[in-house]
């Protein structure tokens, strides 16, 4: 063994023991697991969500952690597949023994390992839609973002008020698109409504004029698409295309710039319910919510590129659950799990959340804006 | 409903003739080697993308230079894909050929992700967006363009492997590669040439359809699929009957989603698909495989 070997074998070791001594001065860290389609067909959804924790870890890290406690992100990439999220959060639970998990970009990951986290017990923030997901409430689950039935019922509302009683619905044949259209064929007969048609197109599908013709023959007063990706803005065109002059309502899946850009002028008039941080410019100054969007947007914004209401939801996620754990004064999961369910008042980026052990989701109507097109920006209706 | 079937045929149409370009550009090389070339979706979605990032942007070239640059890429790369990743598995079966493809698909998806993110892009229309009304269906000038740039390539091809040299020297190789080379053939060149142009057929189709469909770096999986579907259902390696095939399943999607349900529609298209395997083996105008010796 030669000098250099020793002498580095030597500093490494040394290194080693210097960082053993750190830790075990250094408060125990919080584990918070996450499990997102950061790839695969959702990274969309999972992309903004790991960049918003990682920004934010980062900076409550930076300025000292919680109640003294550095927080530990473990992330994984599912890819968007149920399967692997199942393992994934097996291996949180078992081998990385993380304190809260925040993830599961979608209803399918979600739906899959919450059977695992009510066994395991430990409290699991979930970012996807389904209303499945929280009704009826399971005890160690809660999620952030909006229902999809809750956009539906935001629609219908705002048809209501015009004065729409037919309408024409066509979905998308995936999970998003399928599970709103059930949840809009269920809550149409509430608001009076009727659902004149009812067509679909795949995922991938390049032109929707053979569904639209048949639409524009059966008599709707209005079209309402439940989907998100291509789809919709192909839907926008095709519409416009064929002359249809109804007024056409698109679901949250699109509420990005992106939906725009693709769609063009033919985006114009087409309204949507949407999580008020799209609009976060135009609210009045009285919003409770307002500075909470600007502060999310701006942060983001100023590192990444245009905000997305997605990593809004992983916002709100990690902050309930951190301020679950600053109020149970510490990480026992039992507490924690109910000052979770505790929340009220916390003002987020998709609303202000009030859960109750009836409700994991702690939103209302309110917390959807209703949003039309107008030159090519959003513009508040309410 | 009169109207509505005429919507529903000039739907198939619009639709089918992207089918048919995707499903040229499998006929020819199958035609050229009996290899089935799983990353020409990919080569429709290079053509796509690098159009979009060469033309994006204040920087960005006009239109036309764009097109045109991308459409020189994607050749680019079908060569590229041949020399380095087909050749070199020179005398594999074909089988293991098809393996590879499969593997280059992978790879140049990963290569748009990387370069291109996962974002949705799209292209201006060449000549606007005002509907063409034909009674009271309409189509986009765009669909015109589709159909008309489908015909000519159509045309093109057919003439390159029935009237030139070059075209008939690609046939001999997928005949025989020994005797071709023994006529003084050279088969490694002309693997080349039909690679490239495929990769040409793929770039125009891109370019044709991004206006009206979109693209993003997965957008060449699905294309492929039907590019595919239509190219076994006109006939493998016959360039007329992909087409024919391509217009054919556009027709049968459209129709299906119209008359019978939208929700079954893809599963209508396969069903006779299947169908039509099941009775003809070779695809509607396919030669019979024992011709190919």
Redesign the interface.
């Known amino acids: 063994m030669n000098i250099r070997k020793t002498l580095s074998a030597l500093a490494m070791g040394t290194l080693l023991g210097l960082g053993a001594l750190h830790q075990a001065l250094a408060a125990e860290p919080i584990k918070i697991g996450s499990f997102l389609a950061v790839t695969g067909?959702a990274?969309?959804l999972g992309?903004p969500e790991l960049k918003t924790l990682q920004m934010y870890v980062d900076e409550i890290n930076g300025k000292g952690g919680v109640d003294g406690r550095q927080i530990e992100l473990v992330h994984y990439d599912t890819g968007g597949s149920p399967k692997k999220a199942v393992n994934f959060v097996k291996r949180l639970i078992q081998k990385d023994k993380v304190d809260v998990i925040v993830g599961g970009s979608t209803s399918g990951s979600t739906l899959a390992v919450m059977p695992l986290v009510a066994k395991a017990r430990i409290p699991f923030i979930s970012l996807a839609g389904s209303v499945k997901i929280v009704v009826p409430p399971q005890k160690w689950t809660f999620k952030m973002p909006h229902t999809d039935a809750m956009a539906a019922a935001k629609i219908f509302g705002d048809m209501k008020k015009r004065g729409i009683t037919k309408v024409a619905l066509i979905s998308g044949?995936g999970g998003f698109g399928k599970s709103g259209r059930a949840q809009s064929l269920k809550l149409a007969p509430q608001y009076g409504i009727e659902i004149v048609a009812d067509?679909?197109?795949?995922?991938?599908d390049?032109?929707m004029?053979?569904?639209l013709?048949?639409i524009r023959?059966s008599g709707a007063q209005a079209i309402l698409n439940f989907g998100f990706?291509?789809g919709p803005?192909?839907v926008t065109?095709n519409v416009?295309?064929?002359?249809i002059d109804l007024p056409l309502y698109q679901s949250h899946g699109v509420a990005s710039k992106?939906f725009i850009?693709?769609a063009?002028?033919a985006a114009e008039g087409v309204r949507l319910p949407a999580a008020a941080l799209l609009v976060a410019d135009q609210l009045p100054d009285s919003d409770p919510q307002k500075p909470v969007l600007l502060a999310y947007k701006n942060k983001f914004e100023a590192k990444y590129g245009p905000v997305s209401t997605f990593g809004g939801h992983a916002y709100d996620g990690l902050f309930i659950a951190l301020e679950a754990i600053d109020r149970a004064n510490s990480t026992d999961k039992e507490k924690v799990r109910d000052e979770i369910e505790k929340t009220k008042g916390f003002i987020g980026t998709g609303g202000i959340y009030n859960m109750s052990p009836q409700d994991h989701l702690g939103l209302d109507l309110s917390a959807f804006k209703m949003l039309e097109i107008r030159n090519g920006d959003w513009t508040i209706v309410e | 409903m009169f109207?509505?079937i005429l919507?529903?045929l000039?739907?198939?149409v619009?639709?089918g003739a992207?089918y048919a370009l995707v499903a040229l550009g499998f006929a020819i090389i199958y035609n050229a080697s009996d290899v089935v070339n799983f990353a020409q979706g990919e080569f429709v979605m290079m053509g796509a993308m690098s159009a979009v990032a060469l033309s994006a942007g204040d920087g960005g070239l006009p239109l036309l230079p764009s097109l045109a640059l991308a459409v020189l890429i994607t050749i680019g790369v079908g060569i590229l894909l041949q020399r380095f990743a087909i050749a070199p598995a020179h005398g594999a079966s074909v089988v293991t050929t098809i393996i590879i493809t499969i593997g280059a698909s992978i790879f140049l998806r990963g290569v748009a992700l990387l370069l291109w993110g996962?974002?949705?892009f799209?292209l201006p229309h060449f000549s606007g967006?005002t509907?063409l009304h034909i009674g009271n269906?309409?189509?986009?000038p765009q669909n015109l363009w589709v159909m008309g740039g489908a015909a000519l390539m159509v045309i093109g091809v057919h003439l390159f492997f029935n009237h030139t040299t070059q075209g008939k020297a690609i046939l001999a190789c997928a005949c025989n590669r020994t005797a071709a080379s023994l006529v003084g053939i050279n088969v490694g060149m002309m693997m080349l040439v039909a690679y490239g142009l495929s990769a040409f057929l793929g770039a125009m189709a891109g370019i044709l359809?991004t206006p009206?469909?979109?693209t993003?770096y997965?957008?060449g999986?699905?294309?492929g699929l039907k590019g595919f579907s239509a190219a076994i259902l006109g006939g493998m390696g016959n360039p007329m009957g992909a087409v024919a095939g391509g217009l054919l399943l556009g027709l049968i999607e459209?129709?299906a989603?119209?008359l019978i349900s939208?929700?079954y529609?893809?599963a209508i298209g396969f069903v006779i698909l299947l169908l039509v395997l099941f009775f003809r083996p070779s695809g509607l105008f396919g030669r019979a495989s024992a011709e190919r010796v």
Do not use: C, H, N, W
């Not at chain 1, 416009?240 to 002359?243: A, D, N, S």
């Open positions: 067909p990274s969309f992309d044949s067509e679909s197109y795949g995922k991938k390049t032109d004029t053979a569904q013709a048949k023959d990706g291509t803005a192909i065109k416009r295309q064929l002359g992106k850009e693709l063009g002028d | 109207d509505q919507q529903f000039l739907t198939g619009t639709v992207t996962k974002d949705i799209a967006e509907p269906a309409t189509l986009l359809v009206i469909t979109f993003s997965d957008a999986v699905m294309l459209s129709l989603a119209g939208s929700g529609k893809d």
